[in-house]
């Protein structure tokens, strides 16, 4: 790789781009598109392209309508036609909804015979045919017409292991279907193993319907530090870092994509995190890394993140159990692990076309986010800004359908429309 630029420089596709030094700012150096480029007559920082939302043109949830209240949405996609699909894992069905907004039916319920769920978890389309990945005990892939009914299933015949089985080589288990056959699957990454370092990798992998491997995808490596773990009640539990440094992860039936993030030393000037895309035989199809300025994490996001969790976990732990809410600060507080600077990016996206959406790990002032867009071919395509508190679901061309949550904790279906900015 060439040496990292100037803080104050973008390198994009063989040119540089002139920029003034802005915290976080990213200087991405995307490894697919090659050359040397040159600063005369580059374009300004403002000239880099730059979406935002508009809408949202649809609005769908209602309060007290029972045709149009719902439970919450875990995955959404869309038909040819504008229709909405909508999987509630709580109510195990899938919704329908036309693309004016009219509620249009649902099917599926929770069961285990043919059409039933028991633990819905993801959900997508082959041309016109819906599939639905059940992780319950069937672990199988239903598929419906579009308008609901039923056409068959395929199970996964996951084998479930022995007892004290070395956790690295614990047996894949199905997440949901290929595009070319069998399964995407992920061995289980186990949370006392992961924080005493006896497991130190995850599989993923093609899962064959006969409970084969024929494809490893990646092997995915852990560190001890990735699982917070604290003492509460004389025992040790278990759950998610304040603020996490692991990949982040995204399968669709085509591809496996992830970012692998590396959080830099104080003392370092260039920190790094690459996007990687494989294909269901494992077979690279992109990798990008991007280069941004590193910025100490103060001491005060640090405390916020970490009451945050404390705040989640007392529901449980102090409400559910009765433990004292000391001890769950304290011990929350004793093992958590805090980078030496700000994450660069938190979450990612894959929209329906192929495109990455790696979203920046601060928000803005206003709490609307930003998110660098990346093509399947793995050109920078600038960033995506999307107002506060849409939880992005489905995107598809220029429309983007996600969920957004009123005052009085009801959801919504929204659409909206990518635009550029200032058009």
Not at 48 to 73: H, K, N
Not at 138 to 143: G, L, N, Q, V, W
């Amino acid at each position: 790789m060439p040496a990292p630029l100037p803080a104050r420089f973008l390198l994009r596709c063989g040119r540089v781009f002139a920029r003034g030094a802005a915290p976080l700012a990213l200087t991405a150096l995307i490894t697919a598109c090659g050359g040397s480029g040159s600063d005369a007559d580059a374009p300004a920082l403002e000239d880099e392209p730059l979406w935002t939302l508009q809408g949202p043109e649809l609005r769908i949830g209602s309060i007290d309508d029972p045709d149009y209240a719902f439970g919450p949405v875990s995955a959404m996609t869309t038909l040819e036609d504008g229709t909405i699909l909508t999987l509630h894992g709580q109510e195990q069905t899938v919704r329908r909804w036309s693309a004016e907004g009219e509620a249009a039916g649902s099917f599926g319920r929770e069961g285990e015979g043919p059409g039933e769920f028991t633990r819905a978890f993801s959900m997508g389309r082959f041309g016109d045919t819906i599939w639905v990945f059940d992780r319950g005990r069937a672990s199988r892939a239903t598929f419906f017409d579009g308008d609901g009914e039923l056409l068959g299933t395929v199970s996964a015949r996951p084998e479930l292991g022995e007892r004290g089985m070395d956790p690295n080589r614990a047996p894949v288990q199905a997440e949901l279907p290929s595009r070319i056959g069998g399964f995407y699957a992920v061995n289980p990454a186990f949370s006392r193993s992961l924080a005493s370092g006896e497991q130190q990798r995850t599989t993923h992998a093609r899962l064959a319907a006969d409970g084969t491997v024929p494809d490893t995808l990646w092997i995915q490596r852990w560190e001890r530090h990735d699982v917070l773990t604290f003492v509460v009640g004389g025992e040790d539990s278990y759950t998610q870092q304040p603020i996490r440094e692991r990949p982040l992860i995204e399968a669709t039936p085509e591809h496996l994509t992830w970012v692998e993030r590396r959080v830099p030393a104080q003392e370092e000037e260039v920190g790094r995190w690459s996007l990687i895309r494989v294909d269901m035989r494992g077979a690279t199809l992109k990798e990008a890394t991007f280069e941004y300025v590193p910025e100490v994490l103060p001491a005060s996001v640090a405390d916020s993140a970490i009451a945050a969790t404390s705040e989640r976990l007392a529901e449980f732990l102090v409400e559910g159990l009765g433990l004292p809410r000391a001890e769950v600060d304290d011990g929350v507080r004793e093992g958590a692990w805090v980078p030496p600077t700000r994450p660069a990016v938190d979450e990612l996206f894959i929209t329906e076309d192929g495109e990455s959406w790696v979203r920046l790990w601060r928000p803005l002032d206003d709490g609307s986010r930003e998110w660098r867009v990346i093509d399947p071919a793995g050109r920078d395509l600038g960033l995506l800004r999307t107002p506060p508190g849409l939880r992005v679901l489905h995107a598809k061309g220029n429309l983007v359908y996600g969920i957004e949550r009123d005052g009085f904790d009801v959801d919504y279906i929204v659409r909206y429309q990518r635009v550029r900015a200032g058009g």
